[in-house]
């Protein structure tokens, strides 16, 4: 069976670790030391303890999310004569059938006014299906909204692969044409 493997990078997942520490830290440091600031907006009680619990909730999220991942043995992303094997992401969708995938798309979400995280989303012929086979209601919501605004619940980042995006994704479609072209002619 051709199987291509593509590794988790223990370096990129101990650098998104690492930051994940430091919001925590920011976190637990803005509740008890409670700093105040001449900015009348960042000084109101509100914001503050947003930035606060927000910033100590995505902090140990990313450390238990970043050092789940630091730790597994399997590698992140299978391609195979079956279909995609995920096990990088948080939903962890298992095997995508490439009967299932009706294309490979090239996603940008712009993340800040600098910067924008890049995916490699994959079109599904029946998305509700990868949807309602989220038990987590949170997480199922979040499928919905990525099917809606992206048109496909299923996104993969390369933020803790061992490849670079362009590589990622051209390495998918690449699979992926081959499955829906079995002569191997690239017309």
Do not use: C
């Not at 001449?38 to 947003?50: A, D, E, G, M």
């Not at 590698?75 to 490979?104: A, C, E, H, Q, R």
């Amino acid at each position: 069976m051709h199987q291509i493997e593509i590794p988790l990078s223990k370096l990129k997942l101990a650098k998104f670790l690492f930051f994940s520490v430091i919001f925590f830290v920011i976190g637990i440091w803005m509740i008890v030391a409670d700093p105040q600031v001449s900015n009348p907006v960042f000084n109101n009680f509100i914001v503050k303890n947003i930035g606060a619990y927000g910033s100590l909730l995505m902090g140990v999220f990313g450390i238990y999310f970043f050092s789940s991942r630091l730790f597994e043995k399997k590698p992140g992303l299978i391609l195979n004569d079956s279909g995609i094997i995920d096990s990088m992401t948080i939903f962890k969708f298992g095997l995508i059938p490439w009967s299932d995938i009706v294309g490979i798309y090239d996603t940008d979400v712009r993340t800040s006014m600098a910067s924008k995280e890049r995916f490699v989303t994959i079109g599904l012929a029946h998305p509700q299906k990868y949807i309602v086979r989220e038990s987590n209601r949170f997480k199922r919501k979040i499928l919905e909204a990525n099917a809606k605004t992206f048109g496909s619940p299923i996104h993969i980042s390369t933020n803790g692969l061992k490849i670079k995006h362009p590589e990622l994704l051209a390495l998918i479609r690449s699979e992926f044409e081959k499955r829906n072209n079995p002569s191997g002619r690239m017309d």
